[in-house]
Every structure is written in structure tokens, then in C-alpha cells.
């Protein structure tokens, strides 16, 4: 079944509730290999959706929605993480604007433009110990199914179970890219908080498709 804006207004809210009750998480992730912001800047910002959410009119589609998340994110989340999932959720909605509802190809061409958006600002190749290393697998995962004719809920659920495994091949790296790379070596062991929230997001949004 394809998804609706239902779907969309779902998985933020569950946005909002994950972020939330991993914030202590993400803090401690970012506080080991980078500022310990993290998961504050992540609950504020979705937070911040939360009260925007009801602002809604009616008549949205799957992309406003996004776009909403977008504006609020780069409004209210700060340091690296904003800008890049503002610019995650800003490409991902253009991507399927006026849709009422997503089928498999659309759900693939949403997470791709989430994942070339934060390439696009970020400059993060795979690897570098980035949230670009959980969206990466997730967005091949989701495109090999598709291929094979997966419903969109399962292209979401390929696409969440990567992006984890993706957070967790972080934990070896050395980072290139943002507040740990300053660390040399010394990152190696850690998970990259980013690659974390981004791995929960996606949870969140097959999650919710399955419902
Ligand atoms: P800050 O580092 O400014 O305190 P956050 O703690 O909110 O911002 O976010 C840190 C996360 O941002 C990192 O864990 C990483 O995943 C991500 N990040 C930082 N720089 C980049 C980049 N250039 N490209 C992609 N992701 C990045
Ligand atoms: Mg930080
Ligand atoms: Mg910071």
C-alpha cells in the first residue's frame, strides 16, 4: 500500500517521541567523540515540529509535511545537525511535492534526495564517520528492493535495518568530516552520534508504515 500523508504526520510525531527518549543517548555519543550537543539540538528541533505540526492545513500532502520538519529544523536546531537534516528533509520533499501518496519509487527517490542533500552541504563521503554512513546503506537498501518489487513499507524496513547496521560501522572509524575528525585516532571505538539519530530516524519511519 502506497503511503499517505497519514504516514508522513506519523512518523514525525514518532520522530518526536524517539528523539526524545534517546536524547541522553545521542548526548552521550557526542559528548565521547564531539561537543555532547547532540541530542539537545535533536529534541529541540523536533520539539519545535511538534508545536508546528497542528499548523498543518488539511488539504497537505506527504511533502509538506517534510518541508515543515525542514523549515523548523534549520530554524531551531543549530551546530552541524541542522543545516544538514534541514537540507535532508528540504531536498526529500521537493522530491515527492504534490503527491498525496508514495509508492515504492517515491519513497526511494524521498530518501535518496534526504541523502544527496546532506552530501550536498556536508561534503561527506562514505566512510568519513558520518550520518552520511547510515543513509548511504540505507538508500542502496532501499533501492535494491525496490528493484525487486518491494512494498514501500519494506523499502523502509531494508532501508532502517541498514542505516543501523551503517551507525554501528561507524564505531571503528577514524572521522574526516566534523567535530570528531579533530581527534585522530582517538575517535576509533565511538559511534557517530549523527549516524545514531539518522539510524532513528528511519526506524521511526518504517515503524510507522508497518502500522
Ligand atoms: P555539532 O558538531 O556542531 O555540535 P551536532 O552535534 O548536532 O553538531 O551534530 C554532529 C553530527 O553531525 C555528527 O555526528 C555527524 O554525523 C554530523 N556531521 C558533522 N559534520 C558533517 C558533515 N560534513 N557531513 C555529514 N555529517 C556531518
Ligand atoms: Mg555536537
Ligand atoms: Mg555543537
Same mark, same amino acid.
Given at each position: ?10 512518523? =514525525?510525531? $514518532?520522530?518526536?517521541?524517539?528523539? !526524545? ?11 565521547? =567523540? ?7 539540538? @535533536?529534541?529541540?528541533?523536533? $520539539? !519545535?515540529?511538534?508545536? /508546528? ?13 517534510? /518541508? ?13 545537525? %541542522? ?9 526529500? *520533499? ?10 515504492? *519509487?517515491?519513497?526511494?527517490?524521498? +530518501? ?5 542533500? =546532506? ?5 561527506? #563521503?562514505?566512510?568519513? /564517520?558520518? @550520518? ?5 546503506? *540505507? ?18 524496513? #531494508? *532501508? ?16 574526516? /568530516? %566534523? ?8 575517535? =576509533? ?6 549516524? $545514531?539519530?539518522? !539510524?532513528? +530516524?528511519?526506524?521511526?519511519?518504517? #515503524?510507522?508504515? #508497518?502500522?
Amino acid at each position: 500500500m502506497n503511503l499517505s500523508v497519514t504516514w508522513a504526520e506519523a512518523w =514525525i510525531r $514518532q520522530c518526536v517521541d524517539v528523539i !526524545a527518549d534517546h536524547r541522553v543517548e545521542l548526548i552521550t555519543l557526542d559528548r565521547d =567523540i564531539g561537543d555532547g550537543d547532540h541530542g539537545e539540538n @535533536m529534541d529541540r528541533g523536533f $520539539q !519545535a515540529v511538534l508545536g /508546528k505540526l497542528d499548523t498543518l492545513p488539511a488539504e497537505s500532502v506527504p511533502g509538506d509535511v517534510l /518541508k515543515l520538519v525542514a523549515t523548523t529544523l534549520i530554524s531551531t536546531v543549530g551546530g552541524a545537525a %541542522g543545516p544538514l537534516y534541514g537540507t535532508a528533509f528540504l531536498k526529500a *520533499a521537493v522530491a515527492v511535492a504534490g503527491k498525496p501518496d508514495l509508492d515504492g *519509487a517515491a519513497v526511494v527517490a524521498l +530518501l535518496t534526495a534526504a541523502r544527496d542533500g =546532506i552530501v550536498l552541504r556536508g561534503k561527506a #563521503e562514505s566512510g568519513d /564517520k558520518t @550520518m552520511v554512513d547510515a543513509w548511504t546503506p *540505507a538508500v542502496d537498501a532501499a533501492a535494491a528492493a525496490e528493484r525487486a518489487g518491494a512494498t514501500p513499507v519494506a523499502i523502509l524496513v #531494508e *532501508a532502517a535495518d541498514a542505516a543501523e547496521a551503517g551507525a554501528v560501522a561507524t564505531e571503528p572509524l577514524v572521522a574526516r /568530516k %566534523g567535530r570528531a575528525s579533530y581527534l585522530g585516532e582517538r575517535a =576509533i571505538g565511538h559511534r557517530d552520534p549523527g549516524a $545514531q539519530s539518522s !539510524a532513528l +530516524l528511519l526506524r521511526a519511519a518504517a #515503524e510507522t508504515a #508497518e502500522r
